[in-house]
């Protein structure tokens, strides 16, 4: 299966304007050691070796793209970016165990860019950055926008299944989410755009069934969540049957292997598959930015989300001397 390219909004997103190359560059210095180029001297070809490794899986498996790009979420909003969702523990005890991190894929594709960037240079690039560079790949595989990355970061040293309990979660109201992105130094903006990285991929009948089944209704009981449309509503019944959990269901309804505005739209239109892409419309904040940016705003889409996928990928990221660059993405060098 061919991963589908978007002509109208990778025209859009590039190339980005100098005042924004001049805002990255600037993000960059102030948040400590991360630039972009960081191996340019000391592993010339680790971004290109990042791609071949993310390009080679896709081509087998294009559902692999919008799983780096979780993957790059998950790791960064617990205890940031530090690659500790990668580790594995034989006490499944780490980070990775938590119930939260259910269905985490992409670590194969870390682990196949990390065995070459080890043989072609020992001991220089991070987990932590094969990761960032592997979900903006995928974003532009998908047809969304290419950007640069700052790297340089470090991998962490911790990695304990309790710290995965702050991520946000598919049930969170939409001030819980809000509280969740703040916590880690993101906004409303960050929030509406974050989410609209749900345009690919899919989501199992696990996250979706509540909303169906298990809705708790203000007058009492339970059943189906009324602001569903009652079309979408048979539609979503009809893909996860009670009791199913495992069959997948597109987050972007119509568009989920497009990188585009859909999903945005599918939200306003009371379309969203999942709690948490619904309650953006919940709250007079983020639904104004979910209109704004179907309307005078959806020129500068591309580049406010490249602008908060960079802010995202610098949360609580260790540099200089902190923590270390792993031997093994999966283990401590330590062990």
Do not use: W
Not at 176 to 198: C, E, I, K, Y
Not at 265 to 292: E, K, M, P
Request: aromatic share 6%; hydrophobic share 45%; charged share 20%.
């Amino acid at each position: 299966m061919a991963v589908i390219v978007v002509a109208p909004m990778a025209a859009a997103a590039a190339p980005l304007t100098m005042a924004f190359l001049l805002l990255m560059h600037a993000m960059s210095v102030s948040r400590g050691q991360l630039q972009v180029g960081f191996y340019s001297d000391s592993c010339p070809d680790a971004e290109d070796i990042v791609t071949a490794a993310v390009q080679d899986a896709a081509g087998s498996d294009p559902t692999v793209l919008p799983a780096l790009l979780r993957l790059q979420f998950h790791d960064c909003f617990v205890r940031g970016c530090d690659a500790s969702v990668l580790i594995r523990s034989a006490r499944n005890d780490a980070e990775v165990n938590n119930n939260k991190h259910q269905g985490l894929r992409g670590q194969d594709v870390v682990d196949a860019a990390k065995a070459e960037l080890e043989d072609q240079c020992p001991g220089v690039v991070s987990c932590a950055d094969i990761i960032a560079l592997a979900a903006r790949d995928a974003i532009a595989m998908t047809g969304g926008p290419s950007f640069d990355v700052p790297t340089g970061r470090r991998d962490g040293l911790i990695s304990n299944l309790r710290d995965a309990d702050v991520l946000p979660d598919v049930v969170d109201s939409i001030q819980v989410l809000r509280s969740r992105f703040a916590a880690s130094g993101l906004n409303d903006r960050d929030l509406v755009l974050l989410t609209a990285a749900h345009t690919i991929g899919t989501t199992a009948c696990f996250f979706v069934k509540d909303r169906l089944y298990n809705y708790r209704l203000r007058g009492g009981g339970v059943g189906s969540d009324p602001s569903i449309p009652p079309a979408f509503l048979s539609e979503l019944k009809a893909r996860c049957a009670p009791g199913d959990f495992n069959t997948r269901v597109a987050l972007d309804r119509g568009s989920e292997r497009d990188f585009d505005l859909s999903i945005l739209r599918n939200i306003r239109s009371g379309l969203a598959v999942i709690a948490s892409d619904a309650a953006l419309d919940a709250s007079n904040a983020t639904r104004g930015l979910v209109t704004a940016y179907l309307g005078a705003a959806s020129p500068r889409f591309a580049q406010d989300f490249v602008a908060a996928m960079v802010k995202m990928g610098t949360i609580g990221a260790l540099t200089g001397d902190d923590g270390e660059v792993r031997d093994v993405c999966s283990q401590f060098n330590t062990d």
